[in-house]
RNA sequence: GCGCCGCUAGCUCAAUUGGCAGAGCAAGUGACUCUUAAUCACUAGGUUGUAGGUUCGAUUCCUACGCGGCGCACCA
């Protein structure tokens, strides 16, 4: 890594043009531009008609390239809303043009100037003032890109290695406009779920991140301590008890949108932080929150791409057609399992489960370490996630996985959950609540004998939450959504990193 | 935590069996008043991730470490 005090020949260059800059009493750093237009309504305030004689615009941006033709010159200046050419030239810009010397790629201007149409056809900005707003002394590692005729782009060089491009994701997003469009999109999709639970009469709240008692997952936490109270905090590993909670307190529909933490590997699929959405609605259960979801994620297809059918990319790259056509396909957790081949994981012993993990070629160490819940989940993983392409219902999972979920009305041996799968990737959880104090506190002790057990994951006995159960919470159904990997198949991004403007990364040396 | 791969100029990449560390772009100087990967000429730019080792000689081989990618494990 660079090490930043250490000048190359390059940001000498650049630091040499700012003292020249400032020797001529030239501000290298601004305070503001006034703009009248920006890159895209500047190129869209020409007419043909207008000829040499186009409007005049002020419009603010990078220089995103910058060609020297010795008494002209030819920049694109770059913004948020795209690109647009300026031409320079000595004779138009008189004492103006030992500042245009002075300029590099990459600089912040501004320029005043009147729009025409080159001979090449480029609509460009004729610059009469320039302003300079902010050197760079840096150069971005930008590649060349060559426009095709039929608008294809290649790109030459630039920003690849992807260490950088997470370290630096500020000059990933200033040389990439692929990937602002990504964070562009994550930012479409948040707005959509919160005006879809906003019409439905969901009130967004906010809940406590630092948590003396952890829960509503299986999974290992960040640990903090408070100094004032003197006392060890624990990061919320999932938002759940406490919006149910709210449940209690006449809060009837109810969403939170944050950042939960788990304090585990680091993979394609999981950041140490990442984005959860959880909704609950009184007096509605999983069949309900189904059918919710199911709106919410057909109209979100609908809303970016305008049509329900996709092409997505699985973790091995291969192109597939996804189609979002509701109703999408609901099966049964044990059904489906013996469906695909797999054992009954309901009256197939442990051992039977092992040989059927054999059978599909799972390692058997990997069936030897684990009993009872984490076995069954085991043999799903095997038998049928894998067939879990297109967007599909899979309900009803065994009691032993689901501690807060409510038993199936009509087997006890089950609880009201589903789980939606997209390409072969969990996308959310939801279940009919377990609104039974005595029911929750029993499911509690058994955790907490697992954990008693070696289970680091299995979760706290919560006396404040039965408590709050014991006032009495209304029937209802909940879920959680992983915003980044939802956003990770709408953008066909491969990893949750595209998706996570700073993702977790070991600190350079 | 384990395995595989990578780390060379600002960026993207070369370097034969272990034998003078190179190119394109970017940079500097010069030419060029409609260019767009601008073009042309010249110039400069390196502790080859770090620390050791083997060797007459290491970018290359060995060991350890650092960072990253991928896979596995963990993790709904």
Redesign the pocket.
Known sequence: M?DTTER???EQ?RRD?RAALEAQGVRPFAYGYDRSHTAAESAGAYRDEMG?AGPEVRVAGRLA????????R?A?LEDASGRI?LYF???ALGRQWELVELL??DDHVGVRGTL?R?????V?IRVSELTLLAKALR?L?R?????ADDGAEQV?????????R?RQRYADLAVHPEVRAVFQLRARVVRFIRRFLDERGFLEVETPVLQSLYGG???RPFHTHHNALDIPLFLRIADELYLKRLLVGGMERVYEIGHDF?N??I????NPEFTMLEWYMAYADYHAVAAMIEELLVGLVRELFGGTQLVRHD?RGRPVALDFTPPFPRLRFVEGIRDHGGPDVLSATDDEMRAALRRAGV?GD?AA??GGGKLI?EVFKAYLEPHLVQPTFVLDYPKA??PLAKAHRDDPRLTERF?LFVLGR?LA?AFSELNDPDDQRARFEDQVRQRAAGDE?AQHYDADYIRALEYGMPPAGGI?VGIDRLVMLLADQ??I?DVILFPA?????
Do not use: I, W
């Open positions: 660079t190359n020949y390059v260059a043009k040499e390239t910058f060609r020297d033709q010795g008494k002209t030819f694109h050419q030239r000595r004779d590099d790629a025409f080159t001979r090449s056809g480029e460009t150069p590692p590649g060349k890109r060559q426009v030459f060089g630039g920003l690849q290695d992807p260490e950088l997470y997952a299986s999974a788990r585990e590997g993979d394609r699929t999981h973790e390692p990997v370490s684990c989940d996985l689901s789980e969990e959880n994951e959680g491969p990893s990193r990364m070991r600190p350079e040396s």
